[in-house]
């Protein structure tokens, strides 16, 4: 038994105007109360330090900038970093990066037990527009902010696991899993902020959004037989409603967690990272059963391409 005590903190809204040391001041009681829960690691969600500032256009890089950290840990963040370090847990969490050359990413980054830093991805599947769309209900501007992420799906060795990271809406998407499955993963863990309603259709409402998320997280799970921590930013930002219902999900593709409110909750959950090995070994055996012969247009196309020829 390889087991790992995994807290999800979501975390409820952070308003324009929170700063990041109040924000922080809200994980490290999310980490306090995982500390007395006997957590060895702690998921917090992606762009956790800030609000999700893609609903917002800018056009000012300068303004956009203050929206981004160039180093981690920083000033803001040092105490939580501080704190995991002396209860020995582990922390995962995302936020926007601007690297030393000027680029910019949607982030997540995982530590060990000591507070070092010891897996980096950058997300890939960026929703969204890049130009101010008058025909949305709200803006969501990832793509106008951020460049797909450049280091693909990294499998790391941590805490006697292979560790992997997906970014919200990464979390759609069959191929990121595989990817992550094809290196062996057996822990998955991901942060979203998911706004309650699609802004391009008011009748894809919470309940619809909350299935399609689950849905997508379990089968990503089951499907590649690892566990799977999805960690929400919830509640309302500013007038603008994010869902909750993080979950913690098994290797069988079961809900095992599922948050209950929309504010800052903790779901804890020990996970035994060698329930992962059952379905490795049979009905997901990649190398037993994969037919890489017939899956050429999964990497070799992007669209629909009809058989008639004609494009999607
Ligand atoms: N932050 C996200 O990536 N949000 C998307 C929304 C826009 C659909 C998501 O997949 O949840």
């Not at 007395?36 to 690691?41: F, H, P, V, W």
């Not at 599947?125 to 460049?147: I, V």
Request: net charge negative.
């Amino acid at each position: 038994m390889r087991e790992i005590v995994i807290g999800a903190a979501q975390m409820g809204a952070i308003q324009r105007a929170d700063t990041r040391e109040s924000v922080v001041d809200r994980m490290l009681i999310l980490l306090d109360q995982a500390k007395a829960a006997g957590c060895t690691l702690v998921v917090y969600p992606e762009l956790c330090l800030t609000t999700f500032f893609p609903r917002w256009y800018m056009e000012d890089q300068a303004e956009v900038d203050t929206w981004f950290e160039t180093e981690m840990p920083n000033a803001a963040t040092k105490p939580l970093f501080d704190r995991a370090r002396e209860y020995g847990i582990a922390i995962s969490l995302g936020y926007a990066e601007k690297t030393p050359h000027g680029r910019h990413f949607n982030t997540q980054i995982t530590t060990d037990r000591h507070a070092n830093i010891v897996g980096t991805y950058r997300k890939i599947h960026l929703p969204g527009h890049s130009e101010f769309d008058p025909n949305r209900a709200f803006q969501h501007l990832e793509k106008r902010y951020f460049e797909p992420g450049d280091l693909g799906f990294p499998v790391f060795r941590n805490m006697d696991t292979w560790m992997g990271m997906l970014i919200c809406n990464d979390r759609r998407w069959p191929e990121a899993y595989r990817e992550l499955g094809l290196q062996g993963v057996e822990l998955i863990m991901l942060g979203y902020n998911t706004p309650s309603v699609n802004s391009q259709n008011s009748d894809e409402g919470p309940e619809m959004r909350q299935f399609h998320s689950d849905l997508s997280v379990q089968a990503g799970a089951y499907q590649n037989s690892a566990w799977v921590v999805a960690v929400a930013k919830a509640g309302d930002e500013d007038g603008h409603q994010l869902n909750g219902g993080s979950i913690i999900v098994s290797p069988d593709g079961v809900i095992v967690q599922k948050a209950i409110t929309e504010g800052d909750e903790l779901l804890v959950h020990a996970c035994d990272m060698d329930a992962t090995k059952f379905g490795k070994e049979t009905i997901f055996d990649f190398k037993r059963h994969r037919r890489i012969e017939h899956y050429g247009r999964i990497t070799g196309q992007t669209g629909v391409i009809y058989p008639d020829g004609t494009k999607g």
